[in-house]
């Protein structure tokens, strides 16, 4: 049977576990994003655990449920250069220090 494993869910087979096999997915890794020198404020919001997904992400800043650094965020495609150190909020409660390295 096909299925798509969800993500963060690690398959562990057999005692003792002596290595760690995981599904290899495609697509670039978060330097190499970074090596091309904006990050998309979404992508962001996604890496920090402030949304689940980057759609999440657009669909909040659409609605003005984001802010950096107390300032209300209306630009979806705003994307933070290297050496951008922010407080993000999403909604009322959620915030997480981001700092593009």
């Not at 800043?61 to 250069?81: N, W």
């Not at 407080?87 to 915030?95: D, L, S």
């Amino acid at each position: 049977m096909a299925g798509v494993t969800p993500v963060k869910v690690v398959h562990l087979a057999g005692p003792p576990v002596e290595f760690l096999v995981m599904e290899y997915l495609e697509g670039q890794t978060l330097t190499a994003r970074l090596a091309e020198g904006k990050l998309p404020l979404a992508q962001a919001l996604k890496q920090a655990h402030l949304t689940a997904s980057t759609s999440e992400a657009i669909r909040m800043i659409e609605q003005g449920g984001v802010k950096l650094d107390g300032e209300r965020v209306s630009d979806r495609g705003l994307k933070l250069a290297r050496g951008t150190v922010a407080v993000a909020q999403v909604g009322k409660r959620k915030f997480a220090r981001i700092t593009v390295v």
